[in-house]
């Protein structure tokens, strides 16, 4: 499945427009939200290829929205990928939860903008 | 008034003999004189021939009894019984310890009384003893070194009052030291048992993790000596004073870091997309290089907050890395980019020799990049202007091994004897170079978290070769499977590949 529309919950301003400029540029079609609440929302009404999912979010945080998302054996969201992105130290066990229901999890100390269009052309050629 | 002297354990056999002689002269008095006074009872005049007899007959005859039976049975034991208490009492004396293995202390039944006494006073002195504290206890507690004795099945035998040990639920004194996985005191014990004598020091070992109550840092020093009964002996210097201010610091500059990822992280973010997007201009040509600057300068920025983020984690026994089946070359490539550009705008040549058919390694792809990072950081820091960087890649073993390799300025043997050590800091490198003193000292400590090793060779004004080892994928294979490759990392012990729940990289 090749990926077009995108969905950005991330709430810093100067990260994610770093991320918006980067993917548009790159050709993707991509929705920003910058609370968990609305994020959500937008998720469920919109059937979007990629959600990008930061975990510390005013309203809802990314786990939340997630468990909302992905909850136990239901998939709401069986077409969309999701990668987490996040600087938050979480413990392992909790990293380990997220990473079995999410497609790539990531750290935005780790990453750069082009190293995040590298993961979503590898998502993308996956099916 | 003279004042009178008080009676010691040596006092008593001299008394005693002069006593028994007193006794003995008396004895042989009134025998002698019985036997006259009955002589003449019995009608034999004094002054005869036969009176005369008779006497010296009696007088001799007493005597002789008196030598042989008093002194043999009874004086002679008995002196023998008073030198050996004498001796074991510990007063000055010039008398020798009786052998209790001699014909005569053998035939009257001597000897086992003297081996119990012997053995008494053995007891009496041993360290393990529960009596009041010994001289050396007392001593021990006034200075900031400890003692520890260890006998050949590895027991403690005695710690002196300060010594950082513990008592164990069933009442077994260990020791309380927190040693790193590839240098631990309880693997060096095992490495001795082939060896007659053998020493070995440590650094900077704790007692507990950062942040507990009641942490003490030491230096330590073990002697070992096969057959000794005080077979190991561990000397303890506390210098939490000297080290604990730099841990203290450490852990604030932490609490910073952990702020500065933020930033940080749009720094980088933007970098990327403004040189991607002015690179294809070419009117931006020297913007770009300019931009190339910033961008290193970001990124090694990034690199000492992940060391010092890293250190904080290890030394609270947080890091933790995730194994998984990698290639050497992939995880190269993850920063190649930024490593090529470090070395460019530092005018280096950056060398890569990986091939891609190496075998894959057990390695956590983000940790191994940082170790890559900081060694080539390193080669660039110490090397000329100009000058040639080499990194190359082989099998050995189970292992595949990688060599950083510069032609720098290279170290004298103290510095590289003492370069892995948290917060070391050449003299020579202080005043000329920037640095932490804690890039190798992760860099060390995540290697041996992957079951490898890590050396450095180096030859003052011709340069150093830094290399680790990692174990080879399929070696470790059914380890990493049988556990959680995720939150456990491996570490080589003896020929074995255990799990190492003590690393954890956050």
């Not at chain 2, 004795?149 to 009052?161: K, N, V, W």
């Not at chain 2, 040990?165 to 014990?189: G, H, M, P, R, Y």
């Not at chain 2, 507990?212 to 077979?231: C, L």
Request: charged residues 20%.
């Amino acid at each position: 499945m090749a990926i077009k529309t995108i969905l950005c919950i991330e709430d810093d301003r100067f990260i994610g427009e770093m991320y918006v400029r980067s993917l548009q540029k790159a050709g993707y079609t991509i929705d920003w939200v910058v609370d968990g609440q609305d994020g959500l929302v937008a998720a469920q009404n919109k059937p979007y290829d990629l959600i990008i999912l930061d975990i510390m979010l005013p309203e809802m945080r990314g786990n939340e929205i997630l468990d909302a998302l992905r909850s136990g054996e239901e998939d709401n969201i069986p077409n969309t990928k999701v990668i987490i992105l996040t600087n938050f130290d979480q413990d392992e066990e909790t990293r380990m939860a997220m990473r079995l229901k999410v497609d790539a999890y990531l750290v935005k100390a780790e990453i750069t903008p082009h190293k995040l269009l590298e993961t979503i052309a590898e998502l993308g050629h996956e099916d | 008034m003279v004042k009178k002297r008080k009676s010691t354990i040596k006092d008593y056999w001299p008394r005693y003999r002069r006593q028994m002689m007193l006794a003995t002269i008396s004895m042989q008095i009134i025998v002698t004189v019985i036997v006259g006074v009955a002589l003449i009872i019995a009608g034999i005049p004094p002054l005869s021939f036969e009176y005369g007899i008779v006497m010296l007959v009696a007088f001799i005859t007493t005597l002789l009894a008196n030598l042989l039976l008093v002194f043999s049975i009874v004086v002679l034991p008995l002196e023998t019984l008073t030198t050996a208490i004498t001796v074991v009492s510990g007063e000055p004396t010039d008398l020798i310890m009786p052998n209790p293995n001699t014909q005569y202390n053998e035939r009257n039944g001597l000897k086992p009384l003297l081996q119990y006494l012997y053995t008494l006073a053995t007891d009496k002195q041993s360290p393990t003893s529960e009596n009041a504290p010994s001289l050396l206890d007392t001593a021990m507690t006034n200075t900031s070194a400890s003692i520890v004795i260890l006998d050949h099945h590895g027991t403690i035998q005695y710690a002196s009052p300060k010594a950082p040990i513990t008592v164990t639920s069933d009442n077994t004194k260990v020791l309380e030291l927190l040693f790193d996985d590839a240098e631990s005191f309880s693997d060096w014990l095992a490495s001795c048992h082939d060896q007659i004598r053998a020493e070995k020091s440590w650094l900077r070992i704790p007692n507990k993790i950062v942040g507990s109550e009641g942490r003490r840092i030491f230096d330590m020093t073990a002697s070992f000596e096969k057959g000794n009964p005080a077979e190991v002996v561990l000397v303890l210097f506390d210098r939490t004073t000297v080290y604990q201010p730099e841990d203290n610091q450490l852990d604030f500059i932490a609490f910073a870091a952990h702020e500065l990822r933020g930033p940080i992280t749009v720094i980088r973010g933007y970098l990327d997309v403004l040189s991607r997007e002015i690179s294809e201009e070419p009117q931006f040509r020297e913007q770009h290089l300019l931009l190339s600057r910033i961008t290193v300068s970001a990124n090694r920025l990034s690199g000492y907050i992940n060391n010092i983020l890293n250190t904080s984690r290890f030394d609270r026994r947080h890091l933790k890395v995730n194994l998984a089946e990698q290639s050497l070359s992939h995880i190269y490539d993850s920063i190649n980019d930024d490593m090529q550009l470090r070395a460019s705008t530092q005018n280096r040549t950056l060398s890569i020799s990986i091939p891609d058919d190496l075998p894959t390694v057990a390695a956590d792809l983000s940790s191994i990049g940082e170790v890559f990072s900081n060694l080539i950081d390193n080669a660039i820091k110490y090397s000329n202007d100009g000058g040639l960087i080499q990194v190359g890649a082989t099998p050995e073993g189970d292992f595949v091994r990688v060599d950083v390799t510069d032609h720098g300025i290279g170290m004298p043997a103290n510095v590289v004897n003492n370069l892995f050590h948290k917060f070391y800091r050449s003299h020579r490198s202080r005043e000329t170079v920037a640095g932490t003193g804690i890039g190798l000292y992760i860099t060390k400590a995540v290697i041996e978290s992957h079951g490898g090793t890590i050396e450095v060779k180096s030859e003052e004004g011709k340069g150093s070769i830094f290399s680790f080892t990692l174990p080879i994928y399929a070696t470790v294979a059914k380890t990493i499977a049988t556990g959680d490759n995720v939150t456990s990392g491996i570490m080589r012990n003896n020929d074995n590949y255990i799990k190492n729940h003590a690393k954890f990289r956050g």
